[in-house]
């Protein structure tokens, strides 16, 4: 699964990356710490224009009866987008990027769970490919949001868990975001495949990130034990 993710980006450089320009005005911070329930910006087509929005981390089907259902929608299955009610609407229709500049993942052990930080040397953002969707309450509150889609891990990333993100190459984001594939779920359906073994790395970081309170560039340092 993915259940935190870092974006090192400002707005400027992901404009730059996407060709996108920002849904209203908006601004945000670099994140070290990103959790499920807060709003961060994601890629998405619009008419004939990419928009950079906020949207809230964790999919809120437009049938559900509370916004809470999002808390459980982090993340959605490649294997079973198109059969799942709460994701096939949005895999033909609704879909996005989420720009990342790394995740963390958590390998059992027998002293607990220890937290890696996962990232490609390669590139400075990660397109993890996603999904939208819009919720309206009954008093007309809007909500909009978004899941990440997880993949069978590499083996890189298979050190640790056995999912990760799906993760688009540059000349990948056109297709996945193009209307012009919502009838070809079968072109969709091969991006989503696991990020090539050796362009992804990890190493192992403090226990600080843990808490969701915590961020800050130095959740990301390498962990070191005192008597290192």
């Known amino acids: 699964m993915c259940g935190r ?5 400002r707005l400027e450089e992901l404009k730059k990356t996407y060709h996108a320009i920002p849904g209203g005005m908006y601004q945000f911070e670099p994140n070290y710490n990103i959790a499920p329930s807060l709003y961060m910006p994601v890629v998405l087509q619009a008419e004939d224009r990419r928009i950079i929005a906020p949207y809230r981390w964790g999919l809120v089907p437009f049938w559900a009866e509370s916004s809470n259902t999002g808390y459980s929608m982090i993340n959605a299955r490649a294997e079973t987008l198109q059969s799942k009610r709460s994701f096939s609407k949005p895999f033909s229709s609704q879909r996005c990027i989420v720009p990342a500049s790394g995740f963390y993942e958590w390998k059992r052990s ?5 937290p890696h ?15 939208y969707e819009q919720w309206k309450s009954g008093e007309g509150e809007i909500t909009n949001s978004f899941t990440i889609i997880t993949t069978a891990a590499n083996k890189t990333v298979g050190e640790l868990h056995d999912r990760m993100p799906a993760i688009l190459l540059p000349d990948e984001t056109e297709t996945w975001l193009s209307p012009s594939n919502n009838s070809n779920p079968g072109i969709l359906q091969d991006l989503l495949r696991p990020w090539p073994d050796d362009a992804i790395t990890h190493y192992r970081v403090g226990t600080e990130v843990n808490n969701a309170r915590n961020s800050g560039p130095q959740l990301m340092e390498p962990y070191r034990d005192l008597f290192s």
């Not at 027998?110 to 220890?114: A, E, L, M, Q, V």
């Open 5 to 9: 993710y870092v974006l090192k980006s």
């Open 117 to 131: 930080y996962i990232y490609s040397p390669d590139y400075s953002t990660l397109s993890f490919a996603g999904l």
């Open 110 to 114: 027998s002293s607990g769970k220890i």
